[in-house]
């Protein structure tokens, strides 16, 4: 079983930044494809970014391109997602999720473990 906790998350205005932290219960995080996904009041949770294994490969949705950037510490069992030019769309709960394949991909059920969340709010 893999822990995982979001911490980060909080109030911001329209084009500041945000760094979400994610921390893993296990020995094993290094195998782990880590992605970040989001669900905003009322929708469906959405795929924000994944990050394979060992950090090579990465995946952005079109919306968060250029603003987000996720990476990992494999030493630390952490991942990270930091948030730039933030937009009132990008209020949410973000969760942190786990893919025991290691790939990081982008289908949320694709991952084995789940994070409880944190809530992001970007006021205008």
């Known amino acids: 079983q893999v822990q995982l906790v979001e911490s980060g998350g909080g109030l911001v205005q329209a084009g500041g930044s945000l760094r979400l932290s994610c921390a893993a219960s296990?020995?094993?995080?290094?195998?782990?494809?880590m992605g970040w996904f989001r669900q905003a009041p009322g929708k469906e949770r959405k795929f924000v970014t994944a990050?394979?294994?060992?950090?090579?490969?990465?995946n952005y949705a079109d919306s968060v391109k250029g603003r987000f950037t996720i990476s990992r510490d494999n030493a630390k069992n952490t991942v990270y997602l930091q948030m730039n030019s933030l937009k009132s769309e990008d209020t949410a709960v973000y969760y942190c999720?786990?893919?025991?394949w290691g790939l990081g991909t982008r289908g949320a059920y694709e991952y084995d473990y789940w994070g409880q969340g944190t809530q992001v709010t970007v006021s205008s």
């Open positions: 999720a786990a893919d025991s």
């Open positions: 296990t020995r094993t995080f290094r195998t782990y494809g």
């Open positions: 990050i394979s294994w060992n950090g090579d490969n990465t």
